[in-house]
């Protein structure tokens, strides 16, 4: 019988890749915790208006890419594909979004897989996982930078280095419009017919999907348009001036980038992301940016926000791999009378901390040594005939090769 396969695009994560998994996850809640963020964890499955809403029906996540399907009580239902409209649904519904006035803003980070029908390649799963924070409550262009230092500070933690910052602002319901006027006109100059079908679509409902378009020939022909600086109100302008002078007082390189207008619809004034030209030809290993008019969008309070996510399969990419922990012992069995006696030894060790693995059944003394080598422990107990009748066990160093016996009782 053929064994049954996992799903094109998931993917198994064994010990060696689970612990960069791990490792990113304690190193998020320790540089997050040291600006005041708490962790909230949120279902993978929501209502599938959730997306729909907040993410944008014109978006390629929301139009191509969800895993939605009917429940057996006919709701329509979706995989998360991204944590920030879940993170904001929960902070809705539990009402712990203060106005911003009140100057306390919910600072929140969750982990956890999310759910694209894109097409796999390296970088590029249909299970993925992200490392997701959001600061919801304040309008200040200071929040935006404390987001983004502490992305930066997250990262560098994870001695990830050669990492590119890219910032832009994407203007709000006040100056977008204008924007978006000149977006369509410049389109409409152009050849549409060299623009692929979606973004003939979009160039009249959605004009600046058309610039985030993945496809090579539209890329050539947006290239020219206009760009959003160009078209900011005072107040965008004002924001971004000071989100720009904070970061660049906090000492981080960036890079301005006009045509980051990142794949969602939500995104408000800043936006950023962080690419590594190390893993192949998806780049963006975190991409965020001020979502305000979202909480409100999802039947919440007129509160802004501003948070981010990073891609956890990216940034393993990056990682140096950790070596598995070093075993303390190993417990060897050579006589079969001395398996019982070899797993309530293990037992007690573990109870004093230690951590080693034992035998089930009996072996030869050599293919033990061999096995205790090979896993690296620092100890190898051994229960062998001689041992088992007088009630003890031999301990080798396996560093310094030396060996003594003590009795088993010792350890009661
Ligand atoms: P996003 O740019 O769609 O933003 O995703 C963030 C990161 O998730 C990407 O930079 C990438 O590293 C990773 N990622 C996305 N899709 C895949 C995939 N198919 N396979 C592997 N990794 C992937 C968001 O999701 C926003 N919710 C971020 C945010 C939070 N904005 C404000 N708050």
Redesign the pocket.
């Known amino acids: 019988m053929t064994a049954i396969q996992k799903i094109k695009?998931f993917a198994d994560l064994f010990p060696e890749d689970a612990r960069a998994f791990t490792r990113m996850e304690e190193a998020a809640r320790a540089a997050f915790g040291r600006y005041g963020f708490g962790e909230l964890r949120t279902p993978v499955l929501e209502r599938t208006e959730l997306f729909a809403k907040g993410i944008g029906e014109d978006t390629d996540?929301v139009g191509k890419e969800m895993y939605t399907f009917t429940d057996r009580g006919e709701r329509s239902l979706t995989l998360r594909?991204?944590?920030?409209?879940g993170?904001l649904r929960a902070a809705i519904e539990a009402q712990v979004i203060e106005p911003a006035s009140s100057g306390r803003p919910t600072r929140l980070y969750t982990f956890g897989p999310?759910f694209?029908y894109?097409r796999?390649q390296k970088?590029?799963?249909?299970q993925?996982?992200?490392i997701?924070?959001?600061l919801v409550g304040s309008p200040e262009p200071q929040a935006d930078v404390e987001v983004i230092l502490m992305l930066e500070d997250f990262l560098s933690g994870l001695g990830i280095a050669d990492l590119s910052f890219e910032l832009n602002s994407l203007g709000c319901r006040q100056c977008r419009p204008a924007y978006r006027a000149a977006l369509t006109a410049a389109f409409e100059a152009l050849d549409a017919e060299k623009l692929c079908e979606d973004c003939r679509r979009r160039m009249r409902t959605n004009p600046l999907r058309v610039l985030d378009c993945k496809v090579p020939g539209c890329r050539a022909l947006v290239k020219d348009a206009p760009v959003i600086g160009d078209h900011l109100c005072a107040d965008c302008r004002e924001h971004f001036a000071a989100v720009l002078s904070l970061v660049d007082r906090a000492g981080l390189k960036y890079t301005l980038n006009p045509r980051l207008v990142?794949?969602?619809d939500?995104?408000q004034r800043t936006t950023f992301?962080?690419t590594s030209g190390a893993i192949g030809a998806?780049t963006?290993?975190?991409?965020?940016?001020?979502?305000d008019g979202l909480v409100k969008l999802l039947g919440g309070p007129d509160a802004p926000?501003?948070?981010?996510?990073?891609?956890?399969?990216?940034?393993a990419m990056l990682m140096e791999k950790s070596e598995a922990p070093r075993p303390d012992f190993y417990l060897a069995v050579t006589d079969a009378r001395a398996v019982d006696a070899g797993i309530l030894l293990a037992h007690k060790l573990r109870q004093r901390g230690l951590a080693g693995e034992c035998d089930y059944q009996a072996g030869s003394m050599k293919s033990r040594l061999r096995h205790a080598g090979r896993i690296n422990a620092r100890k190898c107990y051994i229960i062998g005939t001689e041992e088992f009748d007088a009630g003890q066990v031999a301990i080798k160093d396996m560093d310094e090769g030396g060996q003594l016996t003590i009795d088993i009782a010792a350890f009661d």
């Not at 970088?123 to 249909?126: A, H, I, L, S």
């Not at 963006?284 to 979502?291: N, S």
């Not at 926000?305 to 940034?315: P, Q, S, T, Y």
């Open positions: 695009g996540v594909p991204e944590a920030t409209a993170v999310m694209r894109e796999p970088g590029r799963m249909r993925f996982h992200q997701n924070a959001e990142r794949g969602l939500y995104y992301e962080v998806q963006a290993v975190a991409g965020g940016g001020r979502y926000g501003v948070g981010f996510a990073c891609g956890m399969e990216r940034l």
